[in-house]
């Protein structure tokens, strides 16, 4: 890790469109949000069941003029104020990504300001640092969103080892597949946690899955399974379904498996300390139980607000300040990668 040799304070106007989330940030440096803009596609994909991405592609191109002007105008700077454009590049969905990377190529080469791609779980995992001042790595971080669950020891800023990750279904997606089965709709992961608040998370036994010769890696499908099991012999023998009961069983067997995974990696590797990252994060049951965890195993524990855990440029913007300081610089053939690996380029 270069130190920050740049003179002055460094100004990041930052743009994330990966997924359903049109939104555009401005930070200074590194760690203080002057503005934070997000708008959110999910009334719209709400009518699907899911994210439609043609239609998340499109609403990118409506709103994300507007959101950026907001950024600017809530941080009170103007474009020339900016120090570099960020954006996420990858991974998401091709058609949304290349909005955001389009629209920031266009800015930052009319305004001829330095550009810097960034990759979407780094920005998750920074989300940490931005109401943490003290947090520094190495530490050990869960990255679990709606299309990653992975088990990462941060290193140093913009450098990963990745522990594990999960082989079929990506915990949020568990989430979200289990909530339309039982009839709670899209998006699943904050439908299910307010169910399960008024349900018993003993009163079913779900398994826990266990991946053979790989410690830390993750799957949920064998979970969505039974779950999808005990609907379906329900359904068949008539006997009533207890939805608060069933969310809070099949939260606290994804919660069990994410904490139990995470403080063995923390302790196994040696760090004492450990982050959470990812729309998952903002879990009520992962949060309470992680920060159990962590106390009884003398570990800190830090975790962002549920508005940084979700997709947000904040979040963007942070991980580029330390990129840029490190020297990343993209050139104006910046493309969008969708499935760009965590650590590489
Ligand atoms: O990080 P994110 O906003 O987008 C991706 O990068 O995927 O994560 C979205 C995922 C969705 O699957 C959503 O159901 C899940 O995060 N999620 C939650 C909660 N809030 C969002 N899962 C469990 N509990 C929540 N409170
Ligand atoms: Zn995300």
Redesign the pocket.
């Known amino acids: 890790m270069k130190k920050n040799t740049t003179t002055g304070d460094v100004y990041i106007l930052a743009i994330e469109s ?2 359903d ?1 049109t939104a555009s940030a401005v930070v200074k440096n590194g760690r203080q949000i002057l503005s934070n803009v997000i708008s959110s596609q999910i009334d719209l994909h709400t009518l699907y069941g899911g994210v439609v991405p043609e239609i998340a592609s499109r609403k990118h191109i409506e709103k994300i003029n507007p959101v950026i002007e907001t950024a600017l105008s809530d941080a009170g700077m103007t474009l020339d104020q900016m120090t570099a454009i960020a954006v996420t590049y990858g991974p ?1 969905l091709v058609g949304a990504l290349l909005v955001g990377v389009a629209e920031a190529k266009a800015i930052a080469y009319a305004a001829g300001k330095p550009l810097v791609g960034v990759h ?1 779980i780094e920005g ?1 995992i920074s989300a940490n640092f931005i109401e943490h001042p003290e947090l520094e790595p190495p530490f050990v971080c869960l990255v ?5 669950s992975h088990l990462v020891v941060v290193k140093d800023y913009g450098e990963f080892e990745i522990l594990g990750r999960t082989r079929d279904d ?4 568990a ?2 597949k289990v ?1 339309r089965a039982v009839g709670l709709g899209y ?4 439908k ?2 307010k169910a399960a608040k008024e349900g018993n998370k003993k009163a079913i036994h779900f398994p826990r899955a266990k991946v053979e010769g790989s410690e830390y890696d993750f799957s949920f499908s064998g979970l969505k399974s039974a779950v999808l099991n005990y609907l379906n012999h329900a359904q068949m023998t008539g006997e009533e379904v207890n939805v608060a009961d069933l969310a809070a069983s099949f ?1 606290y067997a994804v919660v069990d498996v994410l904490v139990t995974h995470t403080i063995a990696a923390a302790k196994e590797r040696g760090y004492d300390k450990v982050a959470i990252a ?3 994060a ?5 949060r309470s139980e992680m920060k159990r965890a962590c106390r009884k195993a003398g570990l800190t524990f830090y975790y962002p607000s ?1 508005v940084y ?3 947000n440029a904040a979040m963007i913007g942070t991980a580029a300040y330390y990129e840029y300081i490190n020297g990343t610089r993209s050139g104006w053939d910046l493309n969008a990668v969708p499935y760009l690996k965590l650590g590489e380029r």
């Open positions: 990966s997924c989330e998401g979407h998750h679990a969103s709606g299309g990653h990506a915990a949020g997606e989430f979200d909530a998006p699943g992961g904050p299910i946690d939260q990812g729309g998952v903002s879990n009520s049951e992962l549920p855990c979700t997709d």
